[in-house]
C-alpha cells in the first residue's frame, strides 16, 4: 500500500503521513 499512497498523496491517510515524514507532499 506503500505506492498506491505515494501515489495518491491526501487521499490516503497512510500515504499522507508518509509523504508528511520523506517531505516530499
Do not use: N
Not at 499522507?16 to 516530499?24: A, K, Q, S
Amino acid at each position: 500500500m506503500e505506492g498506491r499512497g505515494r501515489r495518491q498523496g491526501g487521499k490516503d491517510k497512510k500515504g499522507l503521513r508518509r509523504e508528511r515524514r520523506r517531505g516530499g507532499g
